[in-house]
């Protein structure tokens, strides 16, 4: 789902007239089945993927997918919309900035050349009762997945035949990817043309989303490039140019977690992007400056943000729309002990809610690891619910819980999903969950 607020005005976006007040009564009534799986083999195989890609995600990420859609007020989007563009406003200032700069690693103070930092993630919990940003991320997965899942969305019924995907959505979603890339080096200031990339992981292969980067590498190579996907130890740095084997490597797409290049397996990226040999986006200085959960206590700070001389409407929109979220420290170790029920806990670097717990789960063993740890305590926020099967005699209507994620990138929003599941958070392990595409209706 693209955005309405911040893309281009001639990006097709997918809107209709629906009251918003239906679109809770969509989430839990509406059983059309919108993903066309022979669609997506096909898209997977061979208009954007390569063949036994399909074979490749339903044996390792079977319920990467969703079946259904999830339904999205206008409002809600445009809210989010309205968050985002609050966030990239305070992050430009230099009072901010100093401020989370001088108490983050001394790599993300280096400056990055120009980059801006590709697919940035901002994931929000929104339902009738609730509404809340509730972390960013700065090597978000999922974009080209997303993209592959809107060229298979079908119409199951006349009524939903106006909300499904326009077939030209996935293609120019692809295409500003492909730009954004380009546009990476160009602002890097480098002079000859982009001819390689390197998509780097730890241990590729074995990552959940490994399917994602063989469809970065396919699209890579689609428009001429020279394309990789390996791990942080497999190049060595020359005359100033980062290699892998005899490939010059002119730019590394980071979906590392080691995000301040600091373990001994980074040691050559490190180097590499301390003497800019090559563009590297995200990179450490991105994800210090929006990735940090503790930034999520400075920005839903009224009397931090007005310290920073943060005007007083982007005041009220991010108060409005960031949870109450603190340091855990031996200070309030007690209060927030008592309170854990209404909280949910995230370490520092924090990223696919590895070692995050919702306060209610919480044994004494694990809460004495978070005081030992670096957590914030963040306040929780109802998520959204899809029901996906309908109730019967013999068996209950399954309800899963869902989230937002605006992919974003230099502070426009490419495009919006849902990610389906059970359990405390995000997991991709539910039966009927994963990504699923946002259907937005209402008027704003």
Same mark, same amino acid.
């Given at each position: 789902?693209?955005?309405?607020?911040?893309?281009?005005?001639?990006?097709?976006?997918?809107?209709?007239?629906?009251?918003?007040?239906?679109?809770?009564?969509?989430?839990?009534? =509406?059983? =059309?089945?919108?993903?066309?799986? %022979?669609?997506?083999?096909?898209?997977?195989?061979?208009?954007?993927?390569?063949?036994? @890609?399909?074979?490749?995600?339903?044996?390792? =990420?079977?319920?990467?997918?969703?079946?259904?859609?999830?339904?999205?007020?206008?409002?809600?989007?445009?809210?989010?919309?309205?968050?985002?563009?609050?966030?990239?406003?305070?992050?430009?200032?230099?009072?901010?900035?100093?401020?989370?700069?001088? *108490?983050?690693?001394?790599?993300?103070?280096?400056?990055?050349?120009?980059?801006? /930092?590709?697919? !940035?993630?901002? %994931? !929000?919990?929104?339902?009738?009762?609730?509404?809340?940003?509730?972390?960013?991320?700065?090597?978000?997965?999922?974009?080209? @997945?997303?993209?592959?899942?809107?060229?298979?969305? *079908?119409?199951?019924?006349?009524?939903?035949?106006?909300?499904?995907?326009?077939?030209? &959505?996935?293609?120019?979603?692809?295409?500003?990817?492909?730009?954004?890339?380009?546009?990476?080096?160009?602002?890097? /200031?480098?002079?000859?043309?982009?001819?390689?990339? &390197?998509?780097?992981?730890?241990?590729?292969?074995?990552?959940?989303?490994?399917?994602?980067?063989?469809?970065?590498?396919?699209?890579?190579?689609?428009?001429?490039?020279?394309? $990789?996907?390996?791990?942080?130890?497999?190049?060595?740095?020359?005359?100033?140019?980062?290699?892998?084997?005899?490939?010059?490597?002119?730019?590394?797409?980071? *979906?590392?977690?080691?995000?301040?290049?600091?373990?001994?397996?980074?040691?050559?990226?490190?180097?590499?992007?301390?003497?800019?040999?090559?563009? @590297?986006?995200?990179?450490?200085?991105?994800?210090?400056?929006?990735?940090?959960?503790?930034?999520?206590?400075?920005?839903? %700070?009224?009397?931090?943000?007005?310290? @920073? /001389?943060?005007?007083?409407?982007?005041?009220?929109?991010?108060?409005?729309?960031?949870?109450?979220?603190?340091?855990?420290?031996?200070?309030?170790?007690? *209060?927030?002990?008592?309170?854990?029920?209404?909280?949910?806990?995230?370490?520092?670097?924090?990223?696919?809610?590895?070692?995050?717990?919702?306060?209610?789960?919480?044994?004494?063993? $694990?809460?004495?690891?978070?005081?030992?740890?670096?957590? $914030?305590?963040?306040?929780?926020?109802?998520?959204?619910?899809?029901?996906?099967?309908?109730?019967?005699?013999?068996?209950?209507?399954?309800?899963?819980?869902?989230?937002?994620?605006?992919?974003?990138?230099?502070?426009?929003?490419?495009?919006?999903?849902?990610?389906?599941?059970?359990?405390?958070?995000?997991?991709?392990?539910?039966?009927?969950?994963?990504?699923?595409?946002?259907?937005?209706? /209402?008027?704003?």
């Amino acid at each position: 789902m693209q955005s309405t607020s911040t893309s281009d005005p001639t990006t097709p976006v997918v809107s209709t007239s629906l009251d918003p007040g239906l679109i809770e009564t969509l989430n839990s009534e =509406c059983f =059309c089945v919108s993903l066309d799986r %022979d669609a997506l083999r096909q898209a997977l195989e061979s208009e954007i993927g390569q063949p036994g @890609l399909f074979e490749l995600v339903r044996e390792r =990420c079977p319920y990467l997918f969703a079946a259904r859609p999830v339904f999205v007020s206008q409002v809600h989007m445009a809210r989010m919309a309205r968050v985002i563009r609050a966030i990239e406003s305070v992050v430009s200032m230099p009072t901010y900035r100093e401020e989370v700069l001088g *108490r983050s690693p001394a790599i993300a103070r280096h400056d990055p050349g120009g980059a801006k /930092g590709v697919f !940035f993630g901002y %994931d !929000f919990h929104v339902a009738e009762r609730g509404f809340g940003l509730i972390e960013i991320n700065t090597n978000a997965g999922g974009a080209m @997945l997303n993209g592959v899942l809107a060229r298979a969305q *079908r119409a199951c019924c006349a009524a939903m035949e106006h909300m499904v995907p326009p077939p030209d &959505a996935a293609r120019t979603l692809g295409d500003g990817i492909m730009a954004m890339f380009l546009r990476e080096r160009a602002l890097c /200031g480098r002079q000859r043309p982009l001819r390689s990339v &390197a998509i780097v992981d730890e241990n590729p292969e074995e990552q959940y989303l490994y399917p994602e980067f063989l469809l970065f590498q396919q699209l890579f190579q689609r428009h001429g490039l020279q394309a $990789v996907i390996a791990g942080p130890g497999d190049f060595s740095l020359r005359d100033g140019v980062l290699w892998h084997g005899e490939l010059a490597i002119d730019l590394v797409y980071n *979906r590392l977690t080691d995000f301040s290049l600091a373990s001994p397996a980074s040691e050559t990226l490190r180097a590499a992007y301390l003497q800019h040999a090559a563009v @590297l986006t995200p990179h450490p200085q991105a994800h210090a400056l929006y990735a940090d959960k503790r930034n999520l206590v400075l920005l839903g %700070d009224a009397k931090q943000l007005q310290a @920073l /001389g943060v005007p007083q409407a982007t005041q009220d929109i991010l108060l409005g729309s960031i949870p109450h979220t603190e340091i855990v420290d031996p200070a309030n170790a007690e *209060r927030l002990w008592g309170d854990r029920k209404r909280l949910f806990f995230k370490p520092f670097a924090g990223f696919g809610s590895r070692a995050a717990y919702r306060g209610d789960k919480l044994t004494q063993r $694990v809460w004495q690891e978070i005081l030992a740890g670096d957590y $914030v305590a963040q306040a929780l926020v109802t998520p959204g619910e899809r029901v996906i099967s309908d109730a019967s005699a013999q068996q209950p209507a399954q309800v899963l819980k869902f989230d937002l994620r605006d992919y974003v990138y230099d502070g426009q929003v490419q495009w919006v999903a849902a990610r389906l599941y059970q359990g405390q958070t995000t997991n991709f392990r539910t039966p009927g969950g994963g990504f699923a595409p946002v259907y937005e209706g /209402g008027t704003v």
